[in-house]
């Protein structure tokens, strides 16, 4: 789902990572821009994640930062 500039994802705990790295990947560097203007853009397009079980609790995380970032399910609503 798209909730104004934000997309929202919903998938496995164990796989988060691996989805995480190629969604922000591809919105960093979206194939389909650079196919059209045919050249690198001129600023560096910047995506952030968050996960969380509830809105209320979201851990935030980057490209850079994904192989820090712990996240621990947080059952509680």
């Known amino acids: 789902g798209d909730i104004h500039d ?3 994802f919903q ?17 960093e560097r979206p194939p389909a821009v650079f196919k059209l203007i045919q050249m690198e853009p001129p600023v560096r397009l910047k ?3 968050k996960i969380g079980t509830h ?4 851990l935030e995380f980057s490209l850079e930062s ?3 970032v712990e996240y621990v399910e947080d059952r509680a609503a």
């Open 66 to 68: 994904l192989d820090e």
């Open 11 to 27: 998938v496995r705990a164990d796989v988060w990572k691996k989805w995480a790295r190629m969604i922000l990947g591809i919105m």
């Open 55 to 58: 809105w209320g609790s979201k």
């Open 6 to 8: 934000a997309l929202l």
């Open 47 to 49: 995506a952030e994640g």
